[in-house]
Nanobody, 120 residues
Framework: QVQLVESGGGLVQAGGSLRLSCVAS????????MAWFRQTPEKEREFVAL????????YYADIVKGRFTISRDNAKNTVWLQMNSLKPEDTAVYYC?????????????WGQGTQVTVSS
């Protein structure tokens, strides 16, 4: 089992920055692809970014490309999402998730989410 805990959300003005953290316990993340998703009450959950197990591959949703950066430190069992140039439409609950690269069974592990609110 992998337990994921997100932190770093909050209220920020448009154009500002936040850095989200996702800390894992229970297992090492070194064999997991990690991703960030976000959700609002009005929308279905949407993909934001992912990073593969060794950090060599990253992928971003077009709507955040160039503004958000995903990174990880397997020694710290932590994944980050650096969010710059934030827009009101980035307001959402952000979740981190883990997908085992051994089984590739999907994102089986999720955190509880952290709220990001961007004011205009």
């Amino acid at each position: 089992q992998v337990q994921l805990v997100e932190s770093g959300g909050g209220l920020v003005q448009a154009g500002g920055s936040l850095r989200l953290s996702c800390v894992a316990s229970g297992r090492t993340l070194s064999t997991y692809t990690m991703a960030w998703f976000r959700q609002t009450p009005e929308k279905e959950r949407e993909f934001v970014a992912l990073i593969n197990s060794n950090g060599g591959v990253t992928y971003y949703a077009d709507i955040v490309k160039g503004r958000f950066t995903i990174s990880r430190d397997n020694a710290k069992n932590t994944v980050w999402l650096q969010m710059n140039s934030l827009k009101p439409e980035d307001t959402a609950v952000y979740y981190c998730a883990a997908n085992s690269e051994r089984t590739n069974s999907g994102y089986d592990y999720w955190g509880q989410g952290t709220q990001v609110t961007v004011s205009s």
